[in-house]
């Protein structure tokens, strides 16, 4: 596996969680990672994304709650979730933008009960 996201779970509304995201050496990108997420019946969105310059960006919906973050050695990438509410309920994945290529993890699931 290329990219392995973990970390998802049942949590209760504003609880938190943190996933994490291992990446292969061949697809791990200094330049640009990102998180994204898709709920039941609805497109995948832009979480967070991270630049080689370590620059963080955020999905207003998120903005002040989750928080990106990576180990460059380790080749990890991290998003911190707090102030869980059930519209965080979704499968969510890691994606490394790499030689004009976008790659994709499997996704983990977190699931915010009310």
């Known amino acids: 596996v290329q990219l392995q996201a973990s970390g998802g779970g049942l949590v209760q509304a504003g609880g938190s969680l943190r996933l994490s995201c291992t990446a292969s050496?061949?697809?791990?990108?200094?330049?640009?990672m990102a998180w994204y997420r898709q709920a039941s019946g609805k497109d995948r969105e832009l979480v967070a994304s991270?630049?080689?310059?370590?620059?963080?960006r955020y999905a207003d919906s998120v903005k002040g709650r989750f928080s990106i973050s990576r180990d460059i050695r380790a080749h990890q990438l991290f998003l911190q979730l707090n102030s869980l509410n059930s519209e965080d309920t979704a499968v969510y994945f890691c994606?490394?933008?790499?030689?004009?290529?976008?790659?994709w993890g499997q996704g983990t699931l977190v699931t915010v009960s009310s």
């Open positions: 994606m490394s933008r790499r030689g004009g290529a976008e790659h």
């Open positions: 050496p061949g697809i791990w990108s200094v330049t640009y």
């Open positions: 991270i630049t080689g310059g370590g620059i963080p």
